[in-house]
């Protein structure tokens, strides 16, 4: 699709939607924060220059910006990618909360209530990903 000096883009192999493409760094590198200054300058680029023909082609209404950083974030494969997928409204019923669903006890309903003691949030956190174990 596109490349410059340090990375290039490419459609994601399993589009989540239709234009979902993947910034990807020609070194071998599997962690966002491993990349040097000049890479992470040509990443940004991409993204942007992916985000104008995506727009052309696509229309959508907006976009979901992502990096599974580690296997813990769900990363199955290990060299750092950056996905860009176009997002319409409708896509989904409910995406208020976007990435933060990918955790769990995220109810966009519960955001506009007073905040709870943050300890007590972060021993439910803990209790509820040990659960899922």
Same mark, same amino acid.
């Given at each position: 699709?596109?490349?410059?000096?340090?990375?290039?883009?490419?459609?994601?192999?399993?589009?989540?939607?239709?234009?979902?493409?993947?910034?990807?760094?020609?070194?071998?590198?599997?962690?966002?924060?491993?990349?040097?200054?000049?890479?992470?300058? #040509?990443?940004?680029?991409?993204?942007?220059?992916?985000?104008?023909?995506?727009?052309? !082609?696509?229309?959508?209404?907006?976009?979901?910006?992502?990096?599974?950083?580690?296997?813990?974030?769900?990363?199955?494969?290990?060299?750092?990618?950056?996905?860009?997928?176009?997002?319409?409204?409708?896509?989904?019923?409910?995406?208020?909360?976007?990435?933060?669903?990918?955790?769990?006890?995220?109810?966009? #309903?519960?955001?506009?209530?007073?905040?709870?003691?943050?300890?007590?949030?972060? !021993?439910?956190?803990?209790?509820?990903?040990?659960?899922?174990?």
């Amino acid at each position: 699709m596109e490349e410059n000096k340090t990375c290039y883009v490419r459609y994601d192999n399993f589009p989540a939607a239709a234009g979902h493409v993947e910034v990807v760094p020609k070194r071998h590198v599997e962690s966002f924060f491993g990349l040097t200054p000049r890479e992470l300058k #040509d990443a940004y680029a991409l993204i942007l220059t992916a985000q104008e023909r995506l727009t052309e !082609k696509h229309g959508p209404d907006g976009y979901t910006i992502g990096i599974n950083e580690g296997r813990a974030a769900g990363r199955t494969v290990d060299h750092l990618h950056i996905h860009l997928i176009p997002r319409h409204f409708g896509d989904v019923p409910d995406p208020r909360g976007g990435i933060r669903r990918a955790v769990p006890n995220c109810d966009p #309903d519960a955001w506009a209530e007073e905040p709870e003691d943050p300890e007590a949030a972060f !021993k439910a956190l803990t209790e509820a990903q040990a659960g899922r174990r």
